[in-house]
């Protein structure tokens, strides 16, 4: 297994919630090196792949070292996406994607009490929460109209955001960053916006999306398109090497998709283990997603981008909030905040069955337990 990061395997979702408020390294790793070494998997940490060859089946590292495979596995993942403005190459400017950008985001978040977050993804809205818990003042400036705009619903957007303003975290929509302002040393303590003001800040976080490593595939002669092009097996237009996570296109039902979540990375890896172990099944999980932000919790199952009518039920009473989205009257996807049973009620529903229209949630007053009993019976 290789690696360009130096360590071994870790996990990366804590990194804008829980590591920031608490550090602790150590609690991210799946698994310790005895295990590695135990089941015979060797570990190339702080190796970088420079090419792929997949006629003589080796892949060189930037060492200059060549290994040879039966079979390759490219995870290459994604990268924070770079903005083409002034100042961004500052000092106390960052993106969140490694251990090593969190931590030192953690060193200088000791020492900074104002934080613009350029980005009202996940990303950025985790690490807002995180910082707002650490007694920081954050500035969100989001370049949308509303908050997640790309994954969620109107209603979990306008959710969010009021939630973020009631901690009394400021946050801009329908602005963008068009230049960070520097210091004599160099280091920023401004952004102007689109509007014409200056927001001042002791640390800016990108957090404006992601592009796909595809560079490797692409020298190697592989289909792009949109990520890593892969098939049904995850296998790549080259017969020996396959492609999982978030680098990867791949078709589910009648679309192509690339997905950025844990669970689609392991279900697909999984999917390419079975295969390589004699088991052939085309790669149909459900997607499912989730968010910690501060107090709130969101979850999602199916891709709401693929609904054409909304029904949202909240409670004010206890801040919960379920959104469920129909495609021609069948329900495709449910996001729920605070709502844990549900979530996963929606994840059996929709695993379940295909065939869960509009009506019968009517007819159950959109009990999820409920409905799922009745797809689950014999």
């Not at 499912?288 to 909240?314: P, T, Y």
Request: glycine share 8%; with cysteine; hydrophobic share 40%.
């Amino acid at each position: 297994m290789f690696g360009d990061e130096a360590g071994l395997p870790y996990q990366r979702p804590p990194l804008s919630k829980t590591f920031l408020k608490e550090g602790h390294p150590e609690r991210l790793l799946f698994r310790n090196a005895d295990f590695f070494a135990a089941n015979g998997i060797e570990i190339q940490s702080n190796t970088p792949i420079a090419s792929v060859s997949p006629s003589e089946r080796s892949v060189t590292t930037e060492r200059g070292n060549t290994y040879h495979f039966d079979h390759l596995v490219l995870a290459t993942g994604t990268r924070n996406r770079q903005l083409p403005i002034p100042g961004f190459n500052a000092p106390n400017v960052f993106g969140m994607r490694t251990l090593e950008d969190a931590s030192r985001i953690r060193d200088r978040l000791e020492m900074t009490s104002e934080i613009v977050v350029i980005g009202g993804g996940f990303i950025g809205l985790e690490f807002t929460a995180a910082a707002k818990q650490l007694g920081k003042k954050p500035t969100v400036v989001e370049a949308q109209d509303r908050l997640m705009a790309r994954a969620v619903s109107e209603p979990v957007s306008e959710f969010f955001l009021a939630a973020h303003r009631r901690n009394g975290v400021d946050i801009r929509l329908r602005q963008t960053v068009l230049a960070v302002e520097t210091d004599s040393s160099g280091n920023a303590f401004a952004v102007r916006l689109s509007t014409g003001e200056r927001v001042f800040s002791d640390l800016i976080l990108v957090a404006a999306g992601v592009v796909p490593n595809c560079e490797l595939a692409y020298a190697a002669g592989l289909k792009i398109e949109n990520g890593i092009a892969v098939d049904r097996t995850m296998l790549t237009s080259a017969p020996n090497i396959s492609a999982v996570g978030d680098c990867v296109s791949f078709p589910l039902g009648d679309r192509r998709l690339r997905l950025e979540s844990v669970q689609n990375a392991a279900d697909q890896a999984r999917c390419v283990a079975r295969r390589l172990t004699g088991a052939v099944e085309p790669y149909d999980k459900l997607p499912w997603f989730w968010s910690d932000q501060g107090a709130d919790k969101l979850q999602i199952a199916g891709l709401i981008e693929h609904a054409d009518k909304l029904v949202a039920k909240r409670d004010d009473e206890t801040g919960r909030l379920t959104v469920f989205g129909f495609s021609a009257e069948r329900l495709c996807a449910v996001e729920t905040v605070n709502r844990p049973g549900d979530h996963m009620a929606a994840r059996k529903v929709l695993s379940a069955s295909d065939g869960i229209m509009l009506a019968d949630l009517e007819a159950s007053h959109y009990r999820l337990k409920e409905v799922f009993r009745t797809v689950a019976r014999p």
